[in-house]
T-cell receptor
C-alpha cells in the first residue's frame, strides 16, 4: 500500500539554526498538507498545496517558515531561524482530490523537531 | 467561521463496554466531518468520514458516528471496547472552500 514518506524522522537543532523537512506524498495525489502538532494538541494546518500552488498558508509564520512544492510532487518545509517554541511534530499529508473538495488525508509518520 | 470541539480530553472505559467520544462542530456551510485515530508512535489514520450522504457512518474496527445537524454533533461510538482501541482520537471538520480544522483530541484509555 502506498504511503506518505517523510524525512528525517527526528531532528535536534539549536535555536537560530535552519532546519528543513521533506515530504513525498502518495503518487497521483493533487493536494499536500503540512501540519504542526504540539504535544497534547491536535494538528494545526500550516500550509496546503494543490499541485505546485499554495492554497492556504494563513497559519504559516512567514517571517521564519517557508514551504515549496516546485514540481507539484514532493515538498520541503523550512524553518529559519528555529526558535524554542518550534519544538513539535511536523506532519505531512496528501489527498487525491483537489484542494476545494474535502477528501481523506493520508498522513506520513512525521518529523519530531526538538529545538535546544 | 468553522470550529470543532471535542468535549472530553480523556475517556476511560473497561474492555467490552461501549465507547462514546463526543464532538461538536460549528460551520457556516455544509461540512465534511472526519474521525482520525493516532496510536502511539504511529501515523494518523482515518476511521470514518461524513460527506453529506448517509447520516450514520460506519468506519473501520467497529466504530461508527452519527451526523446530527440539529445538534451540530458527530459523536463516535463503538459497542464494545478492545484493548487495541487505546489511542488518541481526533474529530476533524472540513469543507469546500475552507481549511481542515482538527479538534484538540480525546485520549481513550481501555482498562482490562
Amino acid at each position: 500500500e502506498a504511503e506518505v514518506a517523510q524525512s528525517p524522522r527526528y531532528k535536534i537543532t539549536e535555536k537560530s539554526q535552519a532546519v528543513a523537512f521533506w515530504c513525498d506524498p502518495i503518487s497521483g495525489h493533487a493536494t499536500l498538507y503540512w501540519y504542526r502538532q504540539i504535544l497534547g494538541q491536535g494538528p494545526e494546518l500550516l500550509v496546503q498545496f494543490q499541485d505546485e500552488s499554495v492554497v492556504d498558508d494563513s497559519q504559516l509564520p512567514k517571517d521564519r517558515f517557508s514551504a515549496e512544492r516546485l514540481k507539484g510532487v514532493d515538498s520541503t518545509l523550512k524553518i529559519q531561524p528555529a526558535e524554542l517554541g518550534d519544538s513539535a511534530m511536523y506532519l505531512c499529508a496528501s489527498s487525491f482530490l483537489p484542494a476545494a473538495a474535502p477528501d481523506t488525508q493520508y498522513f506520513g509518520p512525521g518529523t519530531r523537531l526538538t529545538v535546544l | 467561521a468553522q470550529s470543532v470541539t471535542q468535549l472530553d480530553s480523556h475517556v476511560s472505559v473497561s474492555e467490552g463496554t461501549p465507547v462514546l467520544l463526543r464532538c461538536n462542530y460549528s460551520s457556516s456551510y455544509s461540512p465534511s466531518l472526519f474521525w482520525y485515530v493516532q496510536h502511539p508512535n504511529k501515523g494518523l489514520q482515518l476511521l470514518l468520514k461524513y460527506t453529506s450522504a448517509a447520516t450514520l457512518v460506519k468506519g473501520i474496527n467497529g466504530f461508527e458516528a452519527e451526523f446530527k445537524k440539529s445538534e451540530t454533533s458527530f459523536h463516535l461510538t463503538k459497542p464494545s471496547a478492545h484493548m487495541s482501541d487505546a489511542a488518541e482520537y481526533f474529530c476533524v471538520v472540513s469543507g469546500r472552500g475552507f481549511k481542515t480544522i482538527f479538534g484538540a483530541g480525546t485520549r481513550l484509555f481501555v482498562k482490562a
